[in-house]
C-alpha cells in the first residue's frame, strides 16, 4: 500500500493497517500467543517469541513512524518505560541536558535512578537554545527536550536545538506527548527520538497504559530494540489493540481538542478571577512564535493560575467542577482537571517546583472533546 503521498487524515485510519492474510479481517486482529511454531530451528515466519515481536504490536510500530514521520516506531508497557530504553543508551559518566520543567515521572526517573547510576542531568530553560548550549560539555551525550512541556506550556525551538545537537554529535530525544503527531513532528524538525506516552492523545481514551519511541537511523533502532527485548518492557497485544485503534481517529480528536482549547483558554484569560493563562496559541505566550513555526496547532493542555495565593482556593475550585473530573492523566476524549503539585509533579521538591514556575496554585486542565460552551458553564460555576 502507497503511504508517502496521503494526507494526514488519510495515515491516521490506514497507518499500519492491513488486512488478515488468513481471513480477511479489516481490523489488526489481537495475537494473543506468547511463542510461534519455527519450521526448523531459525526458519520462522519473522517472529520467535512475543517479547521481541508480536503481530499486533508490529502494525502499531509501522503506524507510529508513519505518523512521526521516522523510519522505525517501538511500543513499550508506559512512557516511562519507553525514556528508560533511551536513558539505557548511556553510560556511567555521561550527562543529559534537559529543561528544567517536565512531567514528575520523568523527574523521578532522572534524579532517583539514573542519577545514583552515575548519569549527570542539567536542568536548565530550553525555551532559548542558548541556555542549552551553555550546559552542553564534553560528557553530554543527550539533549531531552519536552515541548509543550508539562504543566507550563514551555515552548522549545526544536529546529534550533537539533542543529545544535547535530554539530556536536549529541542525541536529540523530543518528547511529543502533550501535541501528538497532529500537532508536531519533531524528526521532520531534525530531531534523532520522538517519544510518546501513548497512553495520552495516542490511545485517546483513557483505558490503557503504554509508551512509544520513533527514530529515523536503523542503528539506533536496534540498540534500542535490544534494550527493550533484554529489559522486558513491553506492551502486551491488547495495548497494541487499543492504541491502533485510538490512531483511526486521532486527526478528528485533536482538532476537536484544538477549537475548544481555544475557546477555553480565552475564556480564562478574560475572567476576573484567573492571574495568568498557560496555553502556547495565545499572542502573550511566551515563544507563541516559535510554537506558531513549528506546531499545526495549540492542543488542550492549558494550566491557569487564579488571582489569589490560596491554597484552599484551588482546592475548592479542583474538587467544584462536574464535567472536568479531578483525576491524573490527560489526553482522553473527556475532560480533566489536575493539581500538579500534589498529584502529577509532587515527585519533584518544593523549592524546585516554585523555582521553575511551578507553584502551588497551579491548575492543569486536559480539555476534552466535549462541547466547549459546556466545559464553560462548568469552569464558571466552580470558580464562581
Known amino acids: 500500500m502507497k503511504t508517502k503521498n496521503w494526507k494526514a487524515d488519510t495515515r491516521y485510519v490506514h497507518a499500519g493497517a492491513h488486512p488478515d492474510p488468513s481471513t480477511g479481517a479489516i ?37 507510529l513512524a508513519l505518523l512521526e514521520g521516522g523510519n522505525y516506531g517501538l511500543s513499550f508497557s508506559s512512557g516511562v518505560a519507553a525514556t528508560d530504553a533511551v536513558i539505557k543508551l548511556l553510560a556511567v559518566g555521561d550527562e543529559v541536558v534537559c529543561g528544567n520543567d517536565m512531567y514528575g515521572g520523568t523527574y523521578r526517573q532522572f534524579t532517583k535512578i539514573f542519577q545514583r547510576l552515575g548519569i549527570t542531568f542539567h536542568m536548565v530553560n530550553t525555551t532559548d537554545a542558548a541556555n542549552v548550549a551553555k550546559a552542553i560539555t564534553p560528557n553530554t551525550k543527550l539533549i531531552w527536550l519536552e515541548t509543550p512541556t508539562n504543566p507550563l506550556m514551555n515552548v522549545s525551538d526544536i529546529e534550533a536545538i537539533a542543529t545544535l545537537a547535530k554539530k556536536q554529535g549529541i542525541l536529540l530525544a523530543v518528547d511529543n506527548t502533550f501535541a501528538s503527531p497532529a500537532l508536531q513532528q519533531p524528526i521532520l524538525l531534525g530531531a534523532d527520538m520522538v517519544m510518546h506516552s501513548a497512553t495520552k492523545y495516542l490511545g485517546g481514551h483513557s483505558d490503557v497504559i503504554q509508551g512509544a519511541l520513533v527514530v529515523k537511523d536503523e542503528s539506533l533502532r536496534d540498540q534500542l530494540h535490544f534494550i527493550q527485548k533484554s529489559s522486558g518492557a513491553v506492551p502486551g497485544p491488547m495495548d497494541c489493540f487499543l492504541v491502533l485503534r485510538g490512531l483511526k481517529t486521532l486527526g478528528l480528536r485533536m482538532k476537536a481538542h484544538n477549537a475548544n482549547g481555544e475557546k477555553i483558554a480565552n475564556w480564562l484569560v478574560a475572567h476576573p478571577k484567573v492571574k495568568k493563562v498557560y496555553w502556547p496559541g495565545l499572542a502573550s505566550h511566551h515563544n507563541h512564535l516559535v510554537a506558531k513555526k513549528q506546531m499545526k496547532g495549540f492542543g488542550g493542555m492549558i494550566s491557569f493560575e487564579l488571582t489569589g495565593d490560596s491554597i484552599e482556593e484551588t482546592k475548592r475550585v479542583l474538587s467544584a467542577t462536574r464535567l472536568f473530573s479531578l483525576a491524573e492523566s490527560l489526553g482522553g476524549v473527556e475532560s480533566l482537571i489536575n493539581h500538579p503539585a500534589t498529584m502529577t509533579h509532587a515527585s519533584i521538591p518544593q523549592e524546585e517546583r516554585i523555582k521553575n514556575g511551578l507553584s502551588d496554585t ?18 464558571a460555576q466552580a470558580l464562581g
Do not use: C, H
Open 27 to 63: 481490523m489488526t486482529p489481537i495475537y494473543q500467543t506468547s511463542t510461534y511454531v519455527q519450521e526448523s530451528p531459525g526458519v520462522n515466519q519473522g517472529f520467535e517469541y512475543a517479547r521481541s515481536q508480536n503481530p499486533t504490536r508490529k502494525a502499531l510500530e509501522e503506524a
Open 362 to 379: 497551579l491548575i492543569r486542565l486536559s480539555v476534552g472533546i466535549e462541547d466547549a460552551d459546556d466545559l464553560i458553564e462548568d469552569l
